[in-house]
């Protein structure tokens, strides 16, 4: 039993460790420019793969058209990935009124490329942006989002990444939000402390220098994680990275309505986070534990499971709250707290069990 209480402690006491360092990471963070004023205004490309998104294009097109910046020097480029739904239709349907927005079909695949990152690596090639702005089919960005991303963009920078949050009425899409979030503000602490972690594939610009540096998608490794491979690539180029978070780059998600859904997603961006370093995919481990940990010391030791439980939840909530704050968005965090606990302890545990499911993984009707 001591030998087993020793264990525990040392567990709890690294993760609370962990968690104490985020806090102070996070009240560190590199300052935010909130509506820059820009001198010079680049052309810029904005490239949004679409596969099977008749119910999500129209929003996402709307909403590009609507951001504060010269429509001369902006150009929005589309590219139906052969879809099998309406989506080409309703594409087509919205250029008629807006001269800068282009449809691409593409059909056939470019070097390494396949799937998303071989329709960016076609639309990058049409491109005549100065700076690449990537963002999918079921995403509505704000309308100062360019500008933003411009405004607080550094010459050493390779990718300039926003945040994305899930948004929707169902308690399955708040908890998904509040993860994303969860997620976001641990992304940005550690970002800010020159730790990389990854760029957001949904809410990311980069420079067209850099992306032709890298030899783009065609030339780099295909990963179902496309997003994390050019960011791969451009600090293998000797670049850094920008981890944005203010209401000016924040985007909105659609949620994922299934929970197969989500595993597929989860397991999918677990290729990526395999990859990040050792010391954080062991972090991250850790904390998919907690849940199945916290669970057995309930079981053994009641007390110092309620006591450790109830400092984490606190935590928890402090957390996430200060990242909503920072980006300027009001939600009901306290009503959903404690089933956001119990979500993320068995979503961790069914999407670790889900990785190690032999098989190809599905991604837009597609195995790879």
Request: proline content about 4%; charged content about 20%; some cysteine.
């Amino acid at each position: 039993m001591k030998i087993l209480l020793a264990i525990l402690l040392v567990y709890f006491l690294v993760y609370f460790i962990y968690i104490l360092f985020l806090f102070i990471f996070f009240e560190r963070l590199k300052p935010y420019i909130s509506n820059p004023s820009l001198t010079y205004k680049p052309l810029v490309s904005v490239l949004i793969a679409a596969r099977n998104e008749e119910d999500n294009i129209g929003e996402c097109l709307n909403s590009l058209a609507s951001v504060n910046y010269p429509e001369d020097k902006l150009e929005v480029l589309i590219g139906n990935d052969r879809s099998e739904d309406n989506t080409r239709l309703i594409v087509l349907e919205f250029i008629k009124a807006h001269q800068n927005f282009k449809l691409l079909d593409i059909t056939e695949n470019v070097g390494l490329a396949r799937g998303k990152a071989n329709v960016l690596a076609q639309l990058a090639r049409k491109a005549n942006g100065e700076f690449l702005f990537i963002t999918d089919a079921d995403i509505s960005v704000p309308e100062n989002w360019i500008s933003e991303m411009l405004g607080n963009y550094k010459k050493t920078s390779g990718t300039v990444s926003g945040v994305t949050m899930i948004k929707g009425d169902s308690l399955f899409t708040k908890l998904q939000s509040m993860e994303w979030m969860h997620a976001f503000g641990m992304v940005k602490a550690v970002s800010d402390q020159n730790i990389p972690v990854s760029a957001v594939g949904n809410n990311m610009m980069i420079p067209r220098k850099v992306y032709e540096e890298t030899g783009g998608y065609e030339n780099i490794p295909f990963s179902v994680t496309e997003d994390f491979e050019l960011f791969k690539a451009t600090l293998d180029l000797g670049y850094d990275y920008q981890q944005l978070m203010g209401p000016g780059v924040l985007a909105f998600s659609k949620p994922l309505d299934s929970l197969k859904r989500l595993l597929n997603q989860r397991r999918r961006w677990m290729q990526g986070a395999v990859k990040i370093p050792v010391v954080l995919s062991t972090l991250l481990l850790m904390q998919s534990l907690f849940f199945p940990v916290i669970l057995f010391t309930l079981f053994v030791m009641p007390n110092l499971a309620i006591l450790v439980w109830s400092v984490k939840l606190l935590l928890q909530y402090s957390f996430i709250n200060r990242v909503y704050k920072k980006i300027d968005y009001k939600f009901p965090l306290w009503k959903y707290i404690f089933i956001y606990e119990f979500y993320t302890g068995f979503v961790s545990l069914l999407t670790l069990l889900y990785y190690l499911k032999p098989g190809k993984i599905e991604w837009k009707g597609r195995r790879f």
